[in-house]
């Protein structure tokens, strides 16, 4: 079956966040460059603490689920219902705001790399409301299989099969059916792994650059851009030019209508209304 193939490049954007946070943004720079179900893909990545020292405080969601991805440093999560996390180095959260959670996540260093990303994935209608919950996943919880070529592939959600064993991520029984995968490839190796038919599939370029789908028809993706596939099948995917780490994402669409205002993210304006009532009135959660 042949691969998919790149359809759309969405070149991430500078821009901020939370009290001044520096970050690039790709999916959700802008209402038509969402890919269903994905909603926003940031990635902030700095050596200088000024970039990031403010941190994300105390902020309310409603009607989707946050996953928050380290690479390296370590910040803090800390939220209404009680929980507290450490996002350290190789780990993760996985945050279902449901009716609404009011959370911060604060650096936990003054100086040195913070990096990571955070991803926003909708709820079917029938979930926006139902109760938040909250999911600290740790390093060593997160799968890193090491491919036959050469490179390796951590799995965060969904299942990937290397050499005839099937690894399965932390992250299961999520309706939207993700996959979330850092693939690492050294110069010219490559990777291919099945989508499910009828998924969305995005590949996230943050090291090096990509070439997408088969050999004689490979499209070229640059560092610090979201791809968009099109098609059915597998995905193909090989290091162009020296080596490179990517973000695989794949999901199950909602064809459901997209109202968003900041935080909240609803199927009409009504709810996003109710959202904005709820949080004044302290009935967000």
């Known amino acids: 079956m042949p691969s998919r193939r790149l359809q759309q490049i969405i070149p991430s954007v500078a821009t901020s966040d939370g009290a001044g946070v520096s970050l690039r943004r790709s999916l959700g720079r802008a209402p038509d460059a969402r890919v269903d179900p994905f909603l926003m893909l940031d990635e902030f990545s700095s050596d200088d603490p000024d970039d990031y020292i403010a941190g994300f405080p105390s902020h309310p969601h409603r009607g989707f689920e946050t996953v928050t991805y380290m690479l390296d440093g370590h910040m803090l999560h800390e939220d209404h219902l009680g929980n507290r996390g450490d996002l350290l180095p190789g780990g993760a959260q996985w945050m279902t705001a449901g009716r609404g959670i009011i959370h911060s996540e604060m650096p936990q260093q003054e100086s040195g790399r913070l990096r990571g990303f955070q991803l926003w994935i ?12 909250y999911c600290d996943i740790r390093p060593g919880e997160i799968p890193n299989v090491a491919l036959p070529g050469g490179g390796d592939v951590r799995v965060i959600a969904g299942r990937v099969e290397v050499g005839g064993v099937e690894i399965a991520g932390p992250v299961q029984g999520i309706t939207t059916e993700p996959l979330y995968m850092d693939v690492r490839l050294p110069a010219g190796g490559s990777f291919s792994h099945p989508v499910a038919a009828g998924h969305s599939a995005v590949v996230y370029a943050y090291e090096g650059s990509l070439a997408i789908g088969d050999e004689a028809e490979a499209r070229p993706l640059p560092t610090q851009s979201a791809g968009v596939l099109d098609g059915e ?35 009409t304006r009504e709810e996003i209304e109710q959202a904005l009532a709820d949080y004044r009135n302290n009935r967000l959660t």
């Open 122 to 133: 909708n709820l079917p209608a029938a979930e926006k409301m139902k109760p938040a919950s």
């Open 233 to 267: 099948g597998p995905v193909a995917i090989r290091a162009a030019e020296g080596p490179a780490r990517f973000l695989l994402l794949a999901g199950r669409p909602l064809r459901e209508p997209v109202v968003q205002y900041g935080p909240f993210v609803m199927n």
